[in-house]
């Protein structure tokens, strides 16, 4: 019984911080490769970063990049998201995404992965 579960979201003013987490469950004894979407209302979703098995190759849109950061830490199954210098474009809700392909694929698209957390707010207020 595979589950991810976001935490962290909140609501932050322009320029702050927020630190996303996502914690897997049910996917002992796997590898998988694990990214962050967002959806603002109105609007598709949207990639925002990847990141390999082993944290050795990462990923992030150019919307994003600079000012987001994407870790792992295997041991705890969990997969977290430092985003700094937030913008009022950021707010959205953040997925986090599980691609348990055996080939270990890095993919960008939404459709190529397994397992979707229910998602985080993040409101960033001019």
């Known amino acids: 019984q595979v589950q991810l579960v976001e935490s962290g979201g909140g609501l932050v003013q322009a320029g702050g911080s927020l630190r996303l987490s996502c914690a897997a469950s049910?996917?002992?004894?796997?590898?998988?490769?694990m990214a962050w979407f967002r959806q603002a209302p109105g609007k598709e979703r949207e990639y925002v970063a990847i990141i390999s098995w082993s944290g050795g190759t990462t990923n992030y849109a150019d919307s994003v990049k600079g000012r987001f950061t994407i870790s792992r830490d295997n041991a705890k199954n969990t997969v977290n998201l430092q985003m700094n210098s937030l913008k009022p474009e950021d707010t959205a809700v953040y997925y986090c995404?599980?691609?348990?392909?055996?080939?270990?694929?890095?993919?960008?698209?939404?459709?190529?992965?397994?397992?979707w957390g229910q998602g985080t707010q993040v409101t960033v207020s001019s």
């Open positions: 049910g996917l002992s004894f796997r590898s998988y490769t």
């Open positions: 995404a599980a691609d348990l392909s055996a080939s270990g694929r890095v993919s960008t698209y939404g459709s190529t992965y397994d397992y």
